[in-house]
Each structure stands twice: as structure tokens, then as C-alpha cells.
């Protein structure tokens, strides 16, 4: 059963944006916190930006400013990250992760499967 599901990553040149979205099952009872990570290649996953169901956002410090990260309204099923003024540095693989539960469940953090973004510079 596919939990999330992602989508918008690619090539851009130094500069220019993306947005990627995440888009949860509609068997989650209930998400809490949605965010993105990264991981570049001989590093370790780290968190991009997260937002709670309440909206209240944090971001990496080296994304702050740059990227926007935005929740589905209605559901709040569905995340976004807006990435702009992107940087070389900002290639990694993206990864969506949700805390969720099925109903009659108990939360826990789920992983989507990534989609790439790579930077040109």
C-alpha cells in the first residue's frame, strides 16, 4: 500500500525553481506533522522543511528564505515544497515524510520514495 506519493522533482539551472507535492493516503486517519528531507550523495538525510496540521512551519537554516513549504487546506492531506533561487547545493533526493495513523492506529513516521532534484550551476 503506497502511503505517499510524490512528485515535481528535475533539472533546473542554478537560479530557477521547482515545487515538488506529496499527496498521503486517503486511509490516514489522521497527520500530524508533514515535511520534506534530502540526502546528497555521502551525506546523511536531513530535514528540508516541515509544517504541523496547525500550519506552524520550520525550515532548514540554508533553505530559509528560499523555500516555502504549504499544506492542502481541505484535507491537509497533501504537502508542497516551492523552491526558489535554487543553489547546486540544493541537489539531493527529496523525500516526503508523514506522521500519521490508520484508524485504530498508532502514529508513526512514514516515508514516500523520493523524487531527485539536481541543480545545474
Known amino acids: 500500500q503506497v502511503q505517499l506519493v510524490e512528485s515535481g522533482g528535475g533539472l533546473v539551472q542554478s537560479g530557477g525553481s521547482l515545487r515538488l507535492s506529496c499527496a498521503a493516503s486517503e486511509n490516514f486517519f489522521e497527520i500530524n506533522r508533514m515535511g520534506w528531507y534530502r540526502q546528497a550523495p555521502g551525506k546523511q538525510r536531513e530535514l528540508v522543511a516541515a509544517?504541523?496540521?496547525?500550519?506552524?512551519?520550520?525550515y532548514a537554516e540554508s533553505v530559509k528564505g528560499r523555500f516555502t513549504i504549504s499544506r492542502d487546506n481541505a484535507k491537509k492531506k497533501t504537502v508542497y515544497l516551492q523552491m526558489n533561487t535554487l543553489k547546486p547545493e540544493d541537489t539531493a533526493f527529496y523525500y516526503c515524510?508523514?506522521?500519521?495513523?490508520?484508524?485504530?492506529?498508532?502514529?508513526?513516521?512514514?516515508w514516500g520514495q523520493g523524487t531527485q532534484v539536481t541543480v545545474s550551476s
Open positions: 515524510n508523514a506522521n500519521a495513523r490508520y484508524y485504530g492506529g498508532q502514529m508513526k513516521d512514514y
Open positions: 509544517i504541523s496540521s496547525a500550519g506552524s512551519t520550520n
